[in-house]
């Protein structure tokens, strides 16, 4: 029974480390993110990001992913202003919109 339970609490120790190296590992996707964003967006349309990620975070994720993807597929051919970015928004918004105007 001993041995049970000195295996029990080996368990939880391992469950903890994993917690933590999944933290971790979020740590660094994001600072990687961060990286990439700072790269491809003028201080402007990152400005306007981080206010979006206020009020919007699922709005904005959507956005920093279509953003990633097309600079990871090498199809950024300069930094996006925030004229660019106002327009990548409205895109991303619109099927939802049409989605709402078609339900009523």
Do not use: C, W
């Not at 339970?5 to 993110?33: C, M, P």
């Not at 300069?78 to 049409?98: A, T």
């Amino acid at each position: 029974m001993n041995f049970h339970d000195s295996n029990e609490s080996h368990d939880d120790h391992v469950h903890e480390d994993h917690g933590h190296d999944d933290h971790v590992h979020e740590e660094n996707f994001n600072a990687q993110k961060e990286q990439i964003l700072k790269q491809i967006l003028t201080s402007e349309a990152r400005m306007r990001l981080n206010n979006i990620k206020m009020v919007k975070p699922e709005l904005s994720n959507m956005v920093e992913q279509y953003l990633i993807g097309m600079a990871s597929q090498g199809k950024m051919p300069s930094q996006i202003n925030d004229d660019q970015l106002k327009q990548i928004l409205l895109s991303i918004q619109q099927p939802k919109r049409d989605f709402k105007i078609n339900r009523r």
